[in-house]
């Protein structure tokens, strides 16, 4: 066989094993995926959590107060702000995706902006903003809540904000909803730059409080808020407000009600 037959063998079967190699990859991939998947069978459902996680807009605080203003710099499509919502949730995504952080109302502005585009709507970065910061900050409690943390609080248990707002942001919405004296304590992503559900950010809040993720307990009206506490191991309870869904690929929660004052009532109900 000739030097040059013997290279072209040698070439094929090397690129053969890289082939294999390369096509083996994925499925390594996914391997390491469900190895590392949270099993959410191993807590012991009927003891109480350490320390109750809320979401704040939604959860807590009713966003369809926000349809006229938004209404209103959409030329009256009160209808569109839902999509303005999920437009700004997917964003805030990106940025964390990329590793860029910006803040939650800045994010906003740039999704209502994006939405009234969208729309074939003029809205100028100024108008855009007055419809979501001040308006934003200013939305009251559903009605259930505050009873509901008075109830929870006199239990014992520690009340923690967890939001994708920023720090001043959940502060002012607390005192303008009459909520601020009900937390132990206040976090917001902004302090770690990455949204929720990124993995680091229920990581991040866990070690704050000094807990293990077992012992965190995520109350959330939001599917993806819901998927990415109890793939980080926490335990979750899930508010199906109006227009609100669990995501179907993940975990379920070990609550599912309609408001937060049936949740309040289970979690009392657990022993000390």
């Not at 190895?35 to 996680?53: E, G, H, S, Y």
């Not at 800045?106 to 108008?127: P, R, Y």
């Not at 926490?234 to 690929?249: D, T």
């Amino acid at each position: 066989m000739s030097n040059d037959n013997k290279n072209r063998r040698n070439f094929i079967k090397k690129g053969a094993i890289l082939g294999m190699t390369g096509m083996a990859l994925p499925n390594n991939m996914f391997a390491n995926k469900t190895a590392t998947t949270i099993n959410t069978n191993t807590f012991d459902m009927n003891i109480r959590p350490k320390v109750l996680f809320f979401d704040v807009n939604e959860t807590l605080l009713d966003l369809t107060t926000m349809r006229k203003s938004v209404g209103e710099a959409l030329g009256g499509r009160e209808d569109l702000l839902s999509l303005w919502f999920t437009t700004m949730l997917q964003y805030s995504l990106v940025n964390t995706v990329a590793r860029q952080y910006d803040d939650f109302a800045v994010i906003g502005t740039a999704a209502l902006q994006m939405v009234a585009a969208n729309h074939d709507i003029t809205l100028s970065e100024e108008k855009a903003k007055t419809a979501i910061v001040t308006p934003l900050r200013s939305i009251p409690a559903h009605p259930e809540v505050k009873d509901a943390l008075k109830a929870l609080k006199a239990d014992g248990y520690k009340l923690v904000s967890f939001t994708n707002s920023s720090n001043i942001g959940v502060k002012t919405q607390f005192e303008n909803a009459g909520l601020i004296e009900l937390f132990d304590e206040r976090l917001s992503i902004e302090d770690i730059g990455k949204y929720k559900p990124d993995a680091d950010a229920y990581q991040w809040a866990a070690r704050k409080l000094e807990v293990q993720p077992n012992e965190c307990f995520m109350i959330a009206a939001h599917g993806w808020d819901i998927a990415g506490a109890v793939w980080a191991g926490w335990r979750a309870a899930f508010i199906s407000r109006p227009g609100a869904q669990l995501y179907p690929l993940a975990p379920k929660p070990e609550m599912n009600e309609s408001d937060l004052k049936k949740i309040a009532e289970k979690l009392i109900s657990l022993k000390k």
